[in-house]
């Protein structure tokens, strides 16, 4: 069966820091792989999604990026963090033409 | 791309009452429609999805939807709640018409809460 897989769980981290953010999945080939975005009160913001390795589309113009370096990995990173990107990012992946999406238990990020 | 609108942010509710939780999305086309469901402390999970055929859809836990096309909705429904219903719950539809690799958009989700 497929699993997804995300680290750290939490990150504190001053602003100015890099981040480096992490999503592994198993069991499937040729994922394609999400990076959301969860604020309380605004549901979920879609940042970055990717149909094949090197292959990166983002959505909203800000202070972060992704890379999918292999088939099963997408990394969300900053060079300096802002103090408006603290969240809770999640990492999802689907497989076929629906749409359905597959999440990890998420990642959430304090910036001070 | 499709938005979506899920008209009560918080709703409080006692056991064993009936819960219809709205979601409405902003235009036609083929659609795929989701409901998921976030446990406290748990990672997000599907609750039901529509595709195709019967519009009335039946998820886990005893919770259905019905895909209204003229009315462009997709409400969550269940007769009568528990307290572990207690969660917040996300109505989605795929970005694009026809679905795809574009992802999901998501509504601002409701927070539901079953007092004993």
């Known amino acids: 069966s497929q699993t997804i897989h995300q680290w750290p769980a939490t990150l504190v981290q001053p602003v100015g820091s890099p981040l480096s953010l992490e999503c592994t999945v198993e069991g499937t080939s040729n994922p394609n792989l999400y990076w959301y975005r969860q604020a309380a009160g605004r549901g979920l913001q879609l940042l970055f999604y990717s149909v094949g390795i090197g292959q990166i589309s983002s959505e909203v113009p800000q202070n972060l990026s992704a890379s999918r370096p292999q088939d099963r990995q997408f990394i969300l990173s900053s060079k300096k963090l802002l103090l408006s990107d603290s969240g809770f990012y999640l990492c999802?992946?689907?497989?076929?033409?629906?749409?359905?999406?597959?999440f990890g238990e998420g990642s959430r990020l304090t910036v001070l | 791309a499709q938005s979506v609108s899920q008209h009560n942010h918080h709703v409080i509710l006692s056991e064993a009452a009936s819960l219809e939780l709205g979601c409405n999305y902003s235009?036609?086309?083929?659609?795929?429609l989701f409901w998921y469901v976030q446990y406290p402390g748990q990672h997000l999970q599907l609750l039901l999805k529509y595709f195709s055929g019967d519009p009335l859809v039946k998820g886990i836990t005893g919770f259905e939807a019905e895909f209204i096309k003229s009315k462009f909705s997709f409400n969550l429904r269940k007769p009568s709640v528990q307290w572990s219903d207690t969660a917040e719950y996300f109505c989605?539809?795929?970005?694009?018409?026809?679905?795809?690799?574009?992802?999901?958009?998501f509504g601002k989700g409701t927070h539901l809460i079953i007092q004993p």
């Open positions: 235009y036609g086309g083929t659609v795929n």
């Open positions: 999802a992946w689907s497989g076929g033409g629906t749409g359905e999406l597959f």
């Open positions: 989605a539809v795929n970005r694009y018409s026809g679905g795809g690799a574009d992802g999901l958009t």
